[in-house]
């Protein structure tokens, strides 16, 4: 039986530079990608690369040593470009670095979100509301990504978008990976519905702490659970 492609990535039309649009592309599909899913590393082929980009290998070359430079890949001798896996301890560190950074952005949520955007919230994310997340965790596991990158959003500030978005990368494959281990689903969607409840209330103080706590949360829970990561 043959593995599914973990990368998936969409041919770019060359409107400004090929370089930028290959890494805009390249970045895109590694950040959406679930590396912590799987056991084996994942191999960027650099010919495959041209030809699903519909671009010559030079632009595909220099985008690789671009993200190579901001530490999405790694480029081995004799093997090739490979997608980075972190250590626990890294991840750790990742996701408190993320905690602060959302905890902030949902104390300025408060201050700077309008009421119709805290108000769609429970409509945004039904799946907090509706059934078990472990009778349809893959549906939960797209919902809860979102709503982190939405509570970053909420805060308006580019600073903080621009700083977590390369953490993405990681938080979201641990993410995933956590919700199927444990009791971490009911926990997680149980302080989704606070911290939504908090943010309708505009209660800055709360809501930065339960942000907070819930990155710290998952902090532990990949101390406790992720053996595999080393």
Known sequence: MMKSDPFSIKPIVANSSLRTLAYEALKSAITNMDIYGRPDEVR??????????????TPVREALT???QEGFVRSEARRGVFVIKKTKQEIVGMIHAWAALEAMAARLACERA?????GSLRKTFPEFYEGKP????DEYSDANIR???????????????????NLLMHVRGIRNTA????????????EHVEII???EARKADVAERLVRDHGLGLAAH?????????
């Not at 309008?114 to 805290?118: G, P, S, V």
């Not at 472990?134 to 965790?137: D, L």
């Not at 709503?147 to 978005?165: M, N, P, Y």
């Not at 919700?179 to 149980?190: M, P, T």
């Open 44 to 57: 960027l082929d650099e010919r495959k690369l041209s030809q699903d980009l519909g671009v010559s290998r």
């Open 66 to 68: 671009v993200l190579e």
């Open 114 to 118: 309008t009421d119709a955007q805290l």
């Open 134 to 137: 472990a009778e349809h965790i």
């Open 147 to 165: 709503f982190h990158q939405t509570i970053i959003a909420l805060g308006q500030c580019e600073v903080i978008k621009d700083l977590s978005s």
């Open 179 to 190: 919700l199927r281990q444990g009791d971490r689903a009911e926990k997680s969607i149980r």
């Open 197 to 199: 409840e908090a943010l």
């Open 222 to 230: 990949v101390n406790r659970y992720g053996d595999y990561l080393e």
